[in-house]
T-cell receptor, first 111, second 113 residues
Framework: TQLLEQSPQFLSIQEGENLTVYCNSSSVFSSLQWYRQEPGEGPVLLVTVVTGGEVKKLKRLTFQFGDARKDSSLHITAAQPGDTGLYLCAPQRNQGGKLIFGQGTELSVKP | DARVTQTPRHKVTEMGQEVTMRCQPILGHNTVFWYRQTMMQGLELLAYFRNRAPLDDSGMPKDRFSAEMPDATLATLKIQPSEPRDSAVYFC???????????FGSGTRLTVV
């Protein structure tokens, strides 16, 4: 069983602040996905990272896959209330397609 | 936009009753997942199918839960008999390949009293 840790568990910040959330494991992954879940809805895919060291940007969100493909981070610049939600990482160990999620980071951005 | 449709959205039932949740995956998607989400456990994988064949149902309590795909347009998750500890939001997701990401439905909120 892979051990997957997301941190912090909860984060409450003011609009305009920057933040970083982390997804860490001792296992090597073939790829990793980040999802965001809003209340009352299912998770929605934000990005897939595949290559060690890869950086992807989605507007104010920057995703990085660790060089060793064991960890990932999500950085949000100038957070807005619309960024509020549960951020989940989902690493994959092989191409079998099984999707296992971390516990998530609950982000609240106050106006 | 293509979407995964789950029914019902909400279900309240008494302990011991049978509960059936349904999912219509996106047309053409060959992989279907069932997840359960609670505050304590987060998103837990219950079962998943590829091309309608079950690949892994190790996350599912076998004595009371069953998951099937009678055809490519319908996945079902059944609980019999239901217990209060089954109260959770149940999500279905479908997709083609893991790197393309999976699309989730809006979930079925189950309350067993």
């Amino acid at each position: 069983t892979q051990l997957l840790e997301q941190s912090p568990q909860f984060l409450s910040i003011q609009e305009g602040e920057n933040l970083t959330v982390y997804c860490n494991s001792s296992s090597v992954f073939s790829s990793l996905q980040w999802y965001r879940q809003e209340p009352g809805e299912g998770p929605v895919l934000l990005v897939t990272v595949v290559t060690g060291g890869e950086v992807k940007k989605l507007k104010r969100l920057t995703f990085q896959f660790g060089d060793a493909r064991k960890d990932s981070s999500l950085h949000i610049t100038a957070a807005q209330p619309g960024d509020t939600g549960l951020y989940l990482c989902a690493p994959q160990r092989n191409q079998g397609g099984k999707l296992i999620f971390g516990q998530g980071t609950e982000l609240s951005v106050k106006p | 936009d293509a979407r995964v449709t789950q029914t019902p959205r909400h279900k309240v039932t008494e302990m011991g009753q049978e509960v059936t949740m349904r999912c219509q995956p996106i047309l053409g998607h060959n992989t279907v997942f069932w997840y359960r989400q609670t505050m304590m456990q987060g998103l837990e994988l219950l079962a998943y199918f590829r091309n309608r064949a079950p690949l892994d149902d190790s996350g599912m309590p076998k004595d009371r839960f069953s998951a099937e795909m009678p055809d490519a347009t319908l996945a079902t998750l059944k609980i019999q008999p239901s217990e209060p500890r089954d109260s959770a939001v149940y999500f279905c997701a479908s997709g083609l390949r893991v790197n393309y990401g999976y699309t989730f439905g809006s979930g079925t909120r189950l309350t067993v009293v």
